[in-house]
């Protein structure tokens, strides 16, 4: 009878993340979008999720956990400019480990003015 209890105590407490996953890390899943220099003002959108509030030359677009696909498409408008657009590249990480939960989807994008377009931050 002792070993029941141990074996379900055991099968309890593995509950929360698996075998593996001993303690689970937290995530946002966020898109960051480097504005030109001097823009203290904008609006970036991706799938109808937008943002205004600038940090430091950036905007931070919440992503859903289940954020689709390998790229975004975004759209940002900075007053006095016409809107500019593009595919941002996105990375797929798992802060607690290779087989834990959560799944975090991020990528950085930078409005190139001189192009007209967001494109992908290089590395």
């Known amino acids: 009878m002792r070993w029941y209890r141990l074996a ?11 075998a593996g996953c001993p303690e689970l ?6 898109l960051t979008v480097r504005l030109p220099a001097g823009a203290t003002a ?3 959108c991706v799938g109808g ?14 992503l859903g956990r289940g954020a689709e ?3 975004a498409a975004v759209t940002v408008t900075i007053p006095g400019s016409p809107a500019y657009t593009g595919d941002v ?3 797929r990480t798992r802060p607690s480990g290779p087989r834990c939960p959560p799944v ?4 950085v994008a930078v409005v190139d003015s001189a192009a007209g377009r967001v494109v992908t931050a290089p590395a």
């Not at 999720?49 to 919440?62: A, I, M, N, Q």
């Not at 975090?104 to 990528?107: L, Q, S």
């Open 8 to 18: 379900l105590l055991l099968a309890v407490a593995g509950c929360g993340g698996g």
């Open 25 to 30: 890390v937290g995530c946002s899943s966020q």
């Open 42 to 44: 904008a609006e970036a």
């Open 49 to 62: 999720v937008c943002t205004t509030t600038v940090v430091r030359g950036e905007l931070l677009v919440p």
């Open 69 to 71: 696909g390998e790229t």
């Open 89 to 91: 590249g996105l990375v």
């Open 104 to 107: 975090c989807v991020n990528g």
